[in-house]
């Protein structure tokens, strides 16, 4: 037996169960892991709410956790139990005690990097990897747009961002976050709440705007990145934190100047374990050398079976950066 969070129907976090499930041994090709900490992400609350749906009900909730191998099945060669480990892409279930998962899909964890700085970063990380490496190569003292920069990806985004020598500049809904922001390395930040966006990035590019805008919170900032954006000009639309986009006129894209939208997700650019090597090798390079900082505050680690004051916490839109659960 071990425990999880669970839930039977869509709905807000009180659907968020605290049970015992019998787990089977790992596959041939699976590992098992002790979950040491679990990252959430704002993808869980679109699973758990029904934006998203699971494969069937009950369902497990996360995908991302660091701990340590337990069992591995028959075939399994690359690790061992006592490995240290982390993932990403996990099927449903992250929330719990013990996890079992495809070993192509676990990443070993340095001996420099925590479990709680793993889990807190590795999905946001790796997707950090393929918005600014991937999806559009941001160049040195290229300036560009980024929504929620004090969110978890984001606080990263400006921390890799610093590190590429381009001009960040994000969006954040107050003060305390923008100080936040500037800190991880934002150039510079617009606070949605009292300023124009659209007006903004005109003022800090002359005029220009920019060439790609990567925004992770939908409906609310659809149109502030359509126009933020030069002619042929990419948005990268990667979240719905207010709600998906919907009823899209492709003719506005020719209207505002010949732009570019992509929707991008990881499972489009990590699928083998080759891609999942790379990218967490250089995630963990900077992580180990202290170009990416990431800290956990403590008000923002909660015990696995308090997953829904965490997700009541996460959509409040009070949290700063990365949440934990703590099995």
């Not at 999806?135 to 003292?141: G, L, M, R, S």
Request: net charge negative; proline share 4%.
């Amino acid at each position: 037996m071990t425990k999880r969070i669970q839930f039977s129907q869509h709905g807000g976090p009180e659907v968020l169960q605290w049970v015992d499930i019998d787990l089977d041994d790992p596959a041939a090709q699976e590992v098992q892991v002790e979950n040491k900490a679990i990252g959430i992400n704002y993808i869980d609350t679109y699973i758990r709410s029904g934006l998203y749906s699971p494969p069937g009900m009950p369902s497990g909730l996360g995908t991302e956790a660091a701990g340590v191998v337990k069992k591995v099945g028959s075939a399994v060669t690359t690790v061992k139990p006592g490995d240290r480990v982390v993932y990403a892409q996990s099927p449903l279930g992250a929330y719990s005690e013990l996890h079992n998962l495809h070993v192509d899909k676990v990443a070993l964890l340095p001996d420099a990097i925590s479990f709680e700085q793993a889990a807190a970063c590795f999905l946001k990380g790796l997707t950090v990897h393929y918005l600014l490496r991937q999806t559009y190569e941001v160049q040195p003292n290229e300036v560009f747009l980024f929504h929620a920069a004090a969110g978890g990806v984001g606080l990263i985004a400006c921390q890799w961002a610093k590190a590429l020598g381009a001009h960040l500049i994000g969006t954040v809904g107050s003060e305390e976050k923008a100080t936040l922001a500037k800190n991880a390395g934002a150039w510079a930040t617009i606070n949605y709440r009292e300023e124009d966006i659209v007006t903004r990035v005109n003022e800090l590019t002359g005029g220009e705007k920019v060439r790609v805008v990567y925004d992770s919170v939908g409906k609310d900032t659809w149109e502030a990145s359509l126009d933020s954006l030069q002619p042929r000009g990419l948005l990268v639309s990667f979240g719905n934190a207010s709600g998906p986009v919907t009823g899209v006129n492709l003719g506005i894209l020719s209207q505002k100047g010949s732009l570019y939208v992509t929707r991008p997700t990881l499972h489009s650019y990590v699928t083998t374990r080759q891609e999942l090597a790379l990218a967490s090798s250089e995630l963990f390079s900077l992580i180990a050398s202290g170009v990416i900082k990431v800290d956990v505050p403590d008000n923002q680690k909660f015990a696995l079976r308090d997953a829904q004051h965490a997700h009541k916490m996460l959509e409040s839109r009070t949290t700063q950066g990365s949440s934990l659960l703590i099995p």
